[in-house]
């Protein structure tokens, strides 16, 4: 039943975010009784700690420690993961993350640590990877790694949001413009002759 | 009265939120009874649209048209303005059109159609700005000119909201920088021999 719950809320808050959610919202979508709820969870704020961490399993950030694929590629593989999980909701939901932060980082302490902790895990998964990128030749920006890893994070997030606003791909286009503008292509490994 | 409720209106959704925000809050801190709400606006969405109107006015965007400062220094007077707002509230609040965006999109298309428009209006405003900055020859940067005036703008929300779940600026710096590795200093003026 905890499992049918966390399932359901990490649907209901990534559409109606947390405070457009209410106990009773979540425990019909999972369809389980209204008092199911505190037999599992302490709070609301308590449940989406929970949630988050599904949402960040979700995120599949091994693929960004895949060493099999070359640097640039790998990082364009994972945002492109990432904007086809935003179009398979059309654009409407944005990041979790992001909507928390936005929503909630006045109200509780508890959810702003969570998201500073997981977006600042994401930023460092990134920085060996543009490191990589760049040991290859094929990083254009002269921005330091760790620097440039954080503001592919935080401008994910805007982007993230002005899809939900605009509904549509548009704002992630640009975002990939961005990154073309400061990676080259992987150079490809040398055939043998 | 009803000027009354629009500054307080502008506050309190600006920190708590629109959900995180109750109508009796809003007439409490505008020192007005609450029956007085509905005598002014037919609904806290409408409010949200005059509170958004407000904030815009706040964003001195007439800055953005001031061809007395060169382009590069104009641009970045704006977002050293747009930063000295965010500090002014320790970046706990971030910005007012990225929380509503990233909070009610989903809530309401009333509020999503009115970030959208504004947020438009703001690349619409920056990329003449660019333009002037590419005709100097002060933009490294080769991505043109009105999809760079979106991505500065989405980007910018990004960071805004990173700013209010750090509590730090240094989203902001990070923000800069990138900044700094597009566009290089105005050229001095000639002096007059």
Redo the contacts between chains.
């Keep these: 039943m905890r499992e049918q719950l966390i399932e359901a809320a990490v649907d209901y808050f990534h ?3 947390f ?2 959610s209410g106990i009773k919202d979540i425990t019909d979508a999972a369809g389980t009784p209204k008092g199911s709820f505190y037999n599992h969870f302490d709070s609301k704020e308590a449940m989406a700690v929970e949630v988050m961490n599904r949402y960040a399993d979700s995120r599949q950030m091994g693929m960004l420690a895949d060493e099999s694929v070359p640097p640039v590629e790998r990082m364009r593989k994972h945002f492109d993961y990432l904007a086809a999980d935003l179009e398979r909701f059309d654009y ?3 990041c979790m993350f ?2 928390f ?7 509780s302490s508890v959810i ?1 640590d969570e ?2 902790t997981k ?1 600042a895990r994401w930023a460092s998964l990134l920085a060996p990877v543009l490191k990589e990128a760049r040991a290859a030749g094929s990083l254009k ?3 330091d790694d760790p ?1 440039l890893a ?2 592919l ?7 993230a ?2 899809a ?4 549509s791909r ?2 992630i286009d ?2 990939f ?2 990154f073309d ?1 400061i990676a080259t292509q992987d150079r490809r490994r040398t055939k043998k002759r």
């Design positions: 559409e109606h975010g405070n457009g409407a939901r944005g992001g909507n932060g936005a929503e909630l980082s006045t109200q702003r998201v500073d977006l920006s002269d921005m620097l954080r503001f994070v935080s401008s994910w997030e805007g982007v949001m002005l939900k606003v605009t509904r548009a704002p640009d975002f413009a961005m503008s």
